[in-house]
C-alpha cells in the first residue's frame, strides 16, 4: 500500500505564493508519475503539474511560468512551489502518484486566494 501526506495549504492573497509537499511512504517501488491535481467547486479534477519517470515535467498552461514542480527521490517528496497566485488557483491540491497503471491519492489540501 501507498500512502501521501500533503502540506502546505492555506489562505494567501492574490500574487501571493504557497509551497505544497507531498511525501509518500509504503510499497513505493517504481514510480511512474508523482505530482499534483486540483478540483474546484463544481469543475473536475485537473492535472496542475507532474514529474514523470523521474525527470520530464508536465504543467497546466494555466500555471506555466507561475508554478514549478520538484521532486526530492530520496524522500519520495514532491514538491510545487506556487508563485503569482490567483483567484481562480483556489481548489483542493491533491498529490498523485502513478505506479504500474494504479493511481494513489492524497487527502487533499485546500489552497484559497483572495482577491
Avoid: H
Avoid at 47 to 61: I, P
Wanted: proline share 2%; with cysteine; glycine share 12%.
Amino acid at each position: 500500500q501507498v500512502q501521501l501526506v500533503e502540506s502546505g495549504g492555506g489562505l494567501v492573497q492574490a500574487g501571493g505564493s504557497l509551497r505544497l509537499s507531498c511525501a509518500a511512504s509504503g510499497s513505493i517501488g517504481s514510480i511512474n508519475a508523482m505530482g499534483w491535481y486540483r478540483q474546484a467547486p463544481g469543475k473536475q479534477r485537473e492535472l496542475v503539474a507532474r514529474v514523470v519517470s523521474g525527470a520530464r515535467t508536465d504543467y497546466a498552461d494555466s500555471v506555466k511560468g507561475r508554478f514549478t514542480i520538484s521532486r526530492d527521490n530520496a524522500k519520495n517528496t514532491v514538491y510545487l512551489q506556487m508563485n503569482s497566485l490567483k483567484p481562480e488557483d483556489t481548489a483542493v491540491y491533491y498529490c498523485n502518484l502513478a505506479r504500474w497503471g494504479v493511481n494513489y491519492w492524497g487527502q487533499g489540501t485546500q489552497v484559497t486566494v483572495s482577491s
